[in-house]
């Protein structure tokens, strides 16, 4: 009796380390998924991508299997490998808005400005012309309500006040504003695409850097993993009986803002306006009760997908503005597969991947397209995670 009382204590004690260790394990496990740093990598510099390739759906692709890890190399264009009939693409058709403006002020001062809520802007009330925008600024020091700036084509603006770490302008102009703007506004480049004053402004780039589908003007950056598709390609997708449908989140100059909380769960992510159709919220719906897959283009689009639906994975049909940041530990409820480009270290757009395929597994991917010498960021290659 005595030895069976030893060999049981004997037996509890070893459970009670293993049970330690377990913990320990986890709470390691945890924290890791918490850590701003362990989004970090290292990439090379020559890897940022400035150009986009000749043809767009001639970037290479890292294919990912989400429940393994498991990598596979090809090419954009064999996309339609992946999709079967009756899955679903869903894009994201914002338009990015030429919204940044070279100017001066009257004591001749650089200025550059930036609008951050082109679906935002109103008619000045009591002149005719006018239009009050939410904007970003950049001058060697603040400016003060009642500062003046000019730009090119007869175009100025009034600082008004501040807001919430920007600027409130009243731009007069004697032609249509948004005319005035498609002329003279600049694509707003994300700051790794380095360009020459002289090529800033170029055409290419009004063009390239945005997707074919672009329709709903408010953007403030393009929705990348969208600028690997052609309309070709996407007819070919139809004739192979994929149901593509649009959305439209307007992506925010919060897309280029760091992550600086030290636990991630602290960073708050800036609202975006987005759209969803009765008729698109209904294919959705429809595609998933009949057990086809929802292939969402891009983190705007997983994003927006996952807001708009309920625990049922039911997406509702409407608009509104989206603040929700997924990282490790949130549950996927709409999205099947998701077709991204790779990603800053440490952002949150890392982050969603991650969540959606592991940590470790998207960690390795990136290790694996450096090595393969895979184009980075907006004007890079596309990455499918399936």
């Not at 600082?159 to 948004?178: A, I, Q």
């Not at 005319?179 to 063009?207: A, H, M, W």
């Not at 959305?247 to 708050?268: E, K, N, S, W």
Request: include cysteine; charge should be positive.
């Amino acid at each position: 009796m005595l030895f069976g009382i030893s060999l049981n204590c004997l037996v509890a004690g070893i459970n009670s380390i293993k049970c330690r260790e377990y913990n320990i394990e986890l709470k390691k496990f945890y924290i890791e998924m918490y850590r701003l740093e362990d989004y970090h990598y290292d990439l090379p510099p020559e890897l940022v991508a400035q150009r986009p390739v000749a043809r767009r759906d001639r970037s290479k692709m890292l294919c990912m299997d989400r429940q393994n890890g498991r990598l596979k190399h090809t090419f954009f264009y064999k996309l339609g490998e992946y999709l079967e009939s009756g899955d679903v693409l869903v894009v994201n058709n914002t338009a990015v808005v030429p919204g940044r403006l070279a100017g001066r002020k009257a004591t001749g001062g650089k200025v550059e400005v930036l609008i951050s809520d082109f679906t935002g802007i109103r008619r000045s009330n009591d002149e005719d012309g006018c239009v009050v925008c939410l904007c970003l600024v950049k001058a060697s020091k603040r400016s003060l309500p009642g500062t003046w700036y000019y730009f090119d084509h007869g175009l100025k603006a009034e600082v008004l006040d501040t807001h919430n770490g920007g600027y409130r302008l009243k731009f007069y102009s004697k032609e249509d504003f948004k005319t005035v703007l498609n002329r003279i506004g600049q694509v707003p480049l994300p700051p790794y695409i380095k360009r020459g004053r002289q090529n800033f402004n170029s055409f290419e780039d009004k063009t390239s850097y945005q997707t074919v589908y672009a329709s709903q003007k408010g953007a403030i950056a393009a929705p990348t993993a969208g600028l690997h598709f052609t309309a070709d390609m996407l007819d070919k997708l139809r004739a192979l009986g994929i149901t593509i449908v649009e959305l439209t989140l307007h992506v925010g100059y919060g897309t280029f803002l760091p992550v600086r909380a030290a636990d991630i769960r602290q960073h708050r992510m800036h609202s975006e306006s987005f759209s969803i159709s009765a008729g698109v919220a209904e294919t959705i719906n429809n595609a998933r009760a009949n057990g086809k897959r929802i292939f969402a283009v891009g983190t705007t689009c997983v994003r927006t997908l996952e807001y708009a639906s309920n625990s049922k994975g039911e997406i509702g049909a409407g608009s509104g503005d989206c603040d929700l940041f997924i990282y490790p530990g949130y549950r996927f409820k709409v999205v099947d597969a998701m077709i991204t480009n790779f990603h800053l270290p440490e952002s949150t757009l890392l982050m969603l991947v991650s969540a959606f395929a592991g940590r470790q597994n998207v960690l390795k991917a990136y290790v694996e397209a450096v090595r393969e010498q895979y184009r980075f960021f907006s004007y890079g290659d596309a990455m499918l995670i399936h």
